[in-house]
């Protein structure tokens, strides 16, 4: 066997059909030619009527639509062929036993949050304490998609804000990445008050041009992230 080519991805979880229980996440690694690499994106693209065109697309967004259009090839073979396929009673015990050694499934740790929001409030599922409802800031952007874990470790998320950069050679890059947050409920390390999550991301290069652009978007991230120190010591003054 050759040495593998150098891998990318994956770059999201595909999500199911909403119609089906998601039960695992399979992450394969897919060799591919950049022929098929060139059909899968334009194929991809096409289907999504071109929008927004390629030279917009950032390199997370050309990834996306390359795993996306693979996966989606992939499922829709595996439904028709089970559509037609006819399986007796003893295959399929067969089946499940051979998916139940191979996909054994933490099952405490792999439940998926179903939320239910109140009024400035939501109830969610945890796995020491069974179903609690807290306080949901306005801010948060939801808990939906989450693993179920233990009540210390809820946390509330703002959206991102995010510095993305035109580069030499890529589109745009993500460089600076914060959001908001509050875990209420931690023991050892205790936020009393929301706090600002802040990620360094891509490194890129640039010239003069793109360095201009670099510390207009920093400064226009920078005045947001500004608003955002201001709204975290609001929050903190309210509640002290
Ligand atoms: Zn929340």
Do not use: K
Not at 46 to 61: F, K, M, S
Not at 81 to 98: G, K, W
Not at 153 to 181: F, Q, S
Not at 214 to 236: F, K, P, S
């Amino acid at each position: 066997m050759n040495a593998f080519p150098p891998s990318f991805g994956p770059t999201d979880p595909i999500p199911c059909d909403d119609d089906r229980d998601a039960f695992a996440t399979v992450n394969i690694s897919l060799v591919v030619s950049r022929e098929q690499l060139r059909a899968a994106l334009a194929i991809g693209h096409a289907e999504q009527a071109g929008q927004p065109p390629l030279p917009e697309l950032d390199i997370l967004d050309v990834r996306r639509e390359v795993e996306g259009y693979l996966a989606a090839v992939a499922v829709i073979g595996t439904e028709q062929e089970a559509a037609t396929a006819r399986i007796s009673p003893e295959l399929l015990a067969d089946l499940d036993s051979a998916i139940d050694r191979a996909y054994t499934r933490p099952e405490r740790t792999f439940r998926m949050q179903q939320p239910l929001y109140g009024d400035g409030t939501v109830t969610l599922a945890t796995v020491d304490r069974g179903e609690v409802t807290v306080d949901e800031p306005v801010w948060c952007t939801g808990h939906d998609g989450e693993p179920v874990g233990h009540f210390t470790d809820i946390t509330h998320d703002g959206p991102h804000i995010t510095a993305a950069v035109e580069a030499l050679e890529y589109g745009p890059v993500p460089l600076l990445r914060a959001n908001m947050t509050h875990a209420p409920n931690l023991e050892q390390s205790p936020e009393p008050h929301p706090v600002a999550y802040v990620e360094g991301l891509e490194a890129a290069s640039f010239d003069a041009a793109g360095l201009r652009h670099l510390t207009d978007e920093g400064r226009a991230w920078l005045a947001r992230i500004d608003a955002m120190a201001a709204e975290l010591a609001d929050l903190a003054g309210d509640q002290s």
